[in-house]
């Protein structure tokens, strides 16, 4: 089966500096990348280079066995759907408006979103029960609202992959189990190919908890280290290595569960370095 993300030998570097160096992996329908690291290790560039914002000194990087250095915006948008890490909002459209923007890259030239785009955006709203935020400014709606507004548009991209930098920043207890929950959903119910940049490996616990296939990336000082399916890669030593904290690997069996859950709990830092 060909892979829906390949990343060939892959190196960028700022200034002669280098962020990555010779990276390579392959992502399949239905499966997570989880990119971990402390502040700074360039889990956002690489993201970056895979949206060919950057592009690489060495390598290459193929959506679907196109490299996305040859892809048109419209083409990439129908490959890609990316939630930023941070949204500048500079006009006052509604929820709706902002959302429908997600159609886009399948709208002829000056054509408005058709009843098909408006009945997809309403199933999300319903989805994430966020429909009464539908005609709401966008510009005073709440940093985590925003951040599930940008969510939600990513969903109605309806594209093969959707890749998110730090999707649960600014959001409450609930929302980011209600985001975990539709990654689960996007994953396991319609093949989508994830990949997120977060500062919490517990999302990749919960992501191989709730049975979808995860590969854990770590990166520091410009060198990314694949280790495997979280049960292998966050493990107290790695954890220790990569962001300095001492932890305890916990698995457990909730009562009215019929299965294990496994969970980091940390218990201090370090008094190294990075």
Do not use: W
């Not at 997570?32 to 290790?41: A, D, I, K, R, V």
């Not at 690489?56 to 959506?63: N, V, Y």
């Not at 709706?96 to 159609?103: A, H, P």
Request: charged share 20%; net charge negative.
């Amino acid at each position: 089966m060909q892979s829906v993300i390949t990343i060939d030998h892959a190196t960028f570097s700022y200034d002669g500096a280098a962020v990555f160096s010779d990276v390579t992996l392959g992502l399949q329908p239905g499966e997570t990348l989880c990119l971990l690291g402390p502040n700074g290790c360039g889990k956002t560039t690489l993201i970056d280079c895979i949206l060919g914002i950057h592009h690489l000194d060495t390598g290459r990087i193929l959506i679907r066995g196109e490299a996305v250095t040859a892809l048109t915006p419209k083409q990439m948008a129908r490959h890609i759907a990316y939630v930023p890490q941070n949204h500048t909002k500079h006009f006052s459209y509604t929820v709706m408006d902002v959302l429908l923007m997600g159609r886009t890259p399948y709208l002829p030239y000056y054509a408005s979103p058709s009843a098909e785009d408006v009945a997809r955006v309403e199933a999300v709203l319903d989805e994430f029960r966020l429909y009464h935020l539908r005609d709401r400014d966008y510009t005073r709606l709440s940093g985590g609202e925003t951040q599930l507004v940008m969510i939600m548009r990513a969903l109605v991209q309806d594209t093969p992959v959707i890749i998110m930098d730090e999707p649960t920043a600014h959001l409450d207890f609930r929302n980011e189990l209600m985001v975990l929950e539709a990654m689960v959903r996007l994953a396991s119910q319609q093949d989508r190919t994830l990949v997120m940049a977060s500062h919490f490996p517990n999302h990749a616990f919960y992501l191989e908890n709730e049975g979808v296939p995860v590969q854990v990336a770590f990166m520091n000082h410009s060198t990314v280290t694949l280790s495997g399916g979280p049960s292998q890669a966050l493990t107290q030593a790695n954890l220790e290595h990569f962001y300095r904290v001492s932890t305890q690997v916990v698995e457990y069996r909730v009562p009215r569960e019929k299965r294990m859950f496994k969970q980091i709990i940390p218990i201090h830092t370090l008094d190294k370095d990075i």
